[in-house]
């Protein structure tokens, strides 16, 4: 089993900046293909980048693309999410997602196996 914690969110001003971070344990984060998702109050749960198994591509949602970045650092077994130039549209509860390696990279919710239990970004006017 692989457990996955983020933390990092929180409350800011439109134009600033967050990261959130991914804590995974019980596996090994780069042997997974890992993702980033977010719900919004009402909404579905929707996809926001993902990155494939051992650094493979990075691929972004067209509404964060130049303004989020995906990043990891191995030793701590954590990936990241800088996410810069926030709108109040980025609002939302943010998932780490992680998807076994032997499926296609992949940017809808039932591809991922494992998931976090979200963390709270919210972004004001």
């Known amino acids: 089993q692989m457990q996955l914690v983020e933390s990092g969110g929180g409350l800011v001003q439109a134009g600033g900046s967050l990261r959130l971070s991914c804590a995974a344990s019980g596996r090994t984060a780069s042997n997974y293909h890992m993702g980033w998702f977010r719900q919004a109050p009402g909404s579905e749960r929707e996809f926001v980048v993902a990155r494939g198994w051992n650094g493979g591509n990075t691929y972004y949602a067209d509404s964060v693309k130049g303004r989020f970045t995906m990043s990891s650092d191995n030793a701590k077994n954590t990936v990241y999410l800088q996410m810069n130039s926030l709108k109040p549209e980025d609002t939302a509860v943010y998932y780490c997602?992680?998807?076994?390696?032997?499926?296609?990279?992949?940017?809808?919710?039932?591809?991922?196996?494992?998931w976090g239990q979200g963390t709270q970004v919210t972004v004001s006017s």
């Open positions: 997602a992680a998807a076994r390696r032997y499926r296609e990279l992949g940017y809808k919710v039932d591809e991922y196996d494992y």
